[in-house]
């Protein structure tokens, strides 16, 4: 799973990465931008999902399909 840190100051997100990386980066952005302010913000929660390689063979089966259906018609 990956993560994402937003700042509860200011629009600042960290990129997607492992929990203990996106932290330290939030905690690096709050000592940099609000010192003396305590971490604080939302936790954004992303399920690695299954390869766009499934999606592109879907898209090409109905390529396929719309054109067999296409020269049927001729």
């Known amino acids: 799973m990956a993560h994402r840190y937003w700042c ?3 629009g600042f997100k960290t990129p997607w990465l ?3 990386e ?3 980066r939030q905690v690096e952005h709050y000592a940099r931008k ?3 302010t305590p971490p604080a913000g939302l936790l954004e929660t992303r399920r690695r999902g299954p390869s ?3 999606c592109l063979l879907l898209t090409a089966v109905a390529f396929i399909l719309l054109s067999l259906a296409a020269s049927c018609c001729h």
């Open 8 to 10: 509860g100051e200011c």
């Open 34 to 36: 609000h010192p003396g």
């Open 18 to 20: 492992a929990r203990p």
């Open 22 to 24: 996106g932290l330290h």
């Open 52 to 54: 766009s390689a499934g």
